[in-house]
């Protein structure tokens, strides 16, 4: 079944650990999108891909880096954890022409 | 500049009751609209889309939308609400264009269903 993949969906995590948030999608998409979510908020991206090898940094400025080395997966990386980093993280891709995003179901992440 | 603004933070409503959930669009060309819906501890899920063709958009669960260029308006509708509408709803708006599939969020309505 078509569908876009996230692990974890919680994560609890000490201050200046890394990690990665990692998403996977089986639907053919080339575009690809990380999105920051803070409770009760809106939804802000912060890096989207094109295609494989292309990434670009979103309107919210982040310290996380992702890379698109196949075409289903992007992952999200952040070198050393803090707890500013605290939010959910939405992955959401899209086929080529298409407008509309499709989501994956979010990592929580809590950095104490 | 592309933006939206939903116009209530939150929405109660009782079960059988009608719900309408406000959202006005800034766009400086045609703009395609959407409605996701967030339910708690799940990903977003498309209601519906407009996308310059009927103006009135029909979507999953029984929810609609009407596209009124003359208000900016792309206000979500329900005929009766179910216990299971109780969600978070976001308005969103195609904020790029050629490539670049941008979409910028509104803040959000939460949507609350009484028994």
């Known amino acids: 079944e078509a569908d876009i993949y996230q692990t974890p969906r919680y994560l609890v995590i000490g201050t200046g650990k890394k990690i990665t948030l990692e998403c996977s999608q089986t639907?053919?998409?080339?575009?690809m999108y990380w999105y920051q979510q803070d409770p009760g908020m809106e939804l802000h991206l912060i890096h989207y891909s094109y295609g494989v090898n292309s990434t670009e940094k979103g309107d919210l400025s982040s310290e996380s880096t992702v890379s698109r080395i196949r075409t289903e997966h992007f992952p999200l990386t952040l070198e050393s954890a803090r707890p500013s980093h605290t939010s959910q993280y939405l992955c959401a891709s899209s086929g080529t022409g298409e407008e509309t995003q499709y989501f994956g179901p979010g990592t929580r992440l809590l950095v104490l | 500049a592309q933006s939206v603004t939903q116009l209530d933070s939150h929405v109660s409503v009782s079960e059988g009751t009608p719900v309408l959930l406000r959202c006005n669009y800034s766009?400086?060309?045609?703009?395609?609209l959407f409605w996701y819906v967030q339910h708690p501890n799940k990903g977003l899920q498309l209601l519906l889309k407009y996308t310059s063709a009927a103006t009135l958009v029909k979507g999953i669960n029984g929810f609609e939308a009407e596209f009124k260029k003359s208000e900016t308006s792309f206000h979500l509708t329900k005929p009766s609400a179910h216990m299971s509408d109780a969600a978070e709803y976001f308005c969103?708006?195609?904020?790029?264009?050629?490539?670049?599939?941008?979409?910028?969020f509104g803040a959000g309505t939460r949507l609350a269903v009484h028994p």
């Open positions: 766009s400086s060309y045609s703009p395609s």
């Open positions: 639907m053919g998409h080339d575009k």
């Open positions: 969103v708006v195609r904020g790029g264009t050629g490539g670049y599939n941008k979409l910028i």
